[in-house]
Nanobody
Framework: VQLVESGGGSVQAGGSLRLSCVVS????????MGWFRQAPGKEREGVAA???????AYTDSVKGRFTISKDNAGNSLFLHMTNLKPEDTAMYYC?????????????????WGQGTQVTVS
């Protein structure tokens, strides 16, 4: 399985970014894809997740500001981030879990991308 993120960058507070993740090399009818982030000195945390049937979940700090989506084939994952805050600064990773249960725990996801940096000033 390969996951490749893109779309990170530096923005001012209040700005927007759209992250993308191309997912390939897997075949499963049940899956959950998630976005996680890790700031320097902090643990990796779940940001948002989406199931094959498009059920979504968000961590409280991004609700109303971030939107997770995917294409119908499950080959691309997106995270549209608006009203960005300095505390959103982190490396953002996409991850895949071959289960319909979208766990918020990073250790439940065996497949990861390399990450894309988001910096909000």
């Amino acid at each position: 399985v390969q996951l490749v993120e893109s779309g990170g960058g530096s923005v001012q507070a209040g700005g927007s970014l759209r992250l993308s993740c191309v997912v390939s090399g897997y075949t499963t009818r049940s899956y959950c894809m998630g976005w996680f982030r890790q700031a320097p000195g902090k643990e990796r945390e779940g940001v948002a997740a989406i199931r094959r049937d498009d059920l979504t979940a968000y961590t409280d700090s991004v609700k109303g500001r971030f939107t997770i989506s995917k294409d119908n084939a499950g080959n691309s994952l997106f995270l549209h981030m608006t009203n960005l805050k300095p505390e959103d600064t982190a490396m953002y990773y996409c991850a895949l879990r071959r289960s319909q249960y979208c766990s918020p725990e990073p250790h439940d996801y065996p497949d990861w991308g390399q990450g894309t940096q988001v910096t909000v000033s």
